[in-house]
């Protein structure tokens, strides 16, 4: 086989969009005689209902063990009030800090098919192609102390710590530099450093990775504030944004959102390069678990199958079997048929099912 | 008099703005009689090339004794490369603490003569009126520790804290609840109680003031990230938004670029009321001090007249001198009046002082 899949559908329309990438996979080992080892195990709320927490040991080590992990999407209503530390959230942030994903790719792109799904004008978006490198394994996510102390007075105060050394900004920076380096070589570093001094420390070690290493990429800094304002106003001004986890987390929706079409977009969360340059990496659809329409056939699977073919190429060097998933992707827009998602005027409504079918289809066609 | 107004040009096109509302602030003089014990003083970059520190105490001694505050903006290239603690931006932040303004309001308003100046489309932005409400004195723009150290291996580790107590949080709540049964009725709460205790504490204490206290006003919880997204999507689905300073800073200016602009934009901030009910207040305008085209008579000096016409209205009790301000505003926009910022085909393009004339004939002739 070409490597290790860990398949973790998680909650809502995870699910159901997780069984349209099965047929993708099917047709890549009926046509293309590419097959995988494949393990499917639970994460999230699935997994809390099953076992009482939202990830386990065991399928952290498969997960360890595994060269990609593909997960769908996680959480819900009914997990919503459960203790912080059981949350289905919980196990995908152990997943990223566990597997080392400390670089998360989140494209921003907007298809040609897809311009008038948007909420900005078309000439704003049309071409649209920013790449958004959030780092995702240190800042005030996983900082202590952290947590809510009851005072003497019976009042209460609520603690996070932001925090990043050296070595966790210069690796994602590098990550980002080299990124630019195969498109328009331009990053832009995203910070609040005119009021935290941990923004201070990544402008500076940004600039020292730029200087040192990759002089020839065009830096510049952005404070977060205005670098939301700038994605609203002029976002094409944009082609690397490299940013901490939390700015990361906020800015890369509102990126997302300028597509109008959430359902498309795939992320990949990368760790640190072996010996022999493979890195753990897990693969997700930007979109969440989307609990008002799971269930019902009606969700987008194309951002998880997108997120499938970064893991062909990214993880499994299958560049040509990635190539040919995003041109059956692209010619099934271009036929006019759409979820309900990006529908439009004129076009063709089909379920999660009937797209995936389709893609698969077109996939023979090519 | 009125009462005390001290005026803080600041830095940039603070000045020149500044400059069209004392124009504004002699007509009310003039025409209606209405006088204030004015002071004008340095902040910001200004106030480091005078007195070597972006605010001086006796300054603040004023500021405290002040019925309100008027800022332009501050920063600049020029003093970017300062160290931190003398940055003109610590000016600004120190009279918020020091003046304990802790509720930032930003409306994020679109002007129906300005629908086609946003980069949304138009169905998307015409009519909308969003207020957000933004904590300004606390979380990690204030919190301890914070810092960079430098390890004994010689990499450094930066360091700032996220925290927030009950008082904090209900003191801003019940000004969020209170704004939004004058507005629609409707609050939602923002932070990322899904990764953040801070945030968790944060819902908890919203929702008590909600229950307790304005059982009537319709809350919701949206995580920062959706909030984003959800304000680029369908923004016109919010009322008032409640938040915490670093997701306020950033979703207020997400939410104030969608409505294309931002030379148009006051924001007001306020402190507890004493036993009159009187709050210490500062206003200012959303936008910057625009280095760009500082001291070229371009920039928008709308944001900082209608600045001040809250200044009135909630500082001074002058509603009705607010009102005829915001009603000469509208006037002179109707009547094709733009500066570059707002630039439209078909309209008549201005300066920063034409524009400031304009408004104070529009009263004229009110
Ligand atoms: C689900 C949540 C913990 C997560 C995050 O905040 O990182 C999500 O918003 C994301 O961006 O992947
Ligand atoms: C200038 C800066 C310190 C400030 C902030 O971050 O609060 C500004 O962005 C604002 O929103 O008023």
Redesign the pocket.
Known sequence: TKGKLLILPGDGIGIEVMREVRRVIDWLSKKRGIDFAIEEALVGGSSIDAYGKPITDETMKIALEADAVLLGAV?GPKWDNLPFEVKP?RG??RLRKDLGLFANLRPAMCFDALVEASTLKPDVVRGLDIMIVRELTGGVYFGTPRGIETLPDGSRRGVNTQVYTTEEIRRVARVAFDIATKRNNKVTSSEKANVMESGILWREEVTHIHDTEFPKVELSHMYADNCAMQLVRNPKQFDVIVTDNLFG?ILSDCAAMLTGSLGMLPSASLGAADANGKRKAMYEPVHGSAPDIAGKDLANPIATILSFAMALRYSFDLGEEAALIEKAVENVLAGGLRTGDIMQPGMAKVSTGVMGESIVRALDKL
């Open positions: 959480g959230e995908l942030l987390d």
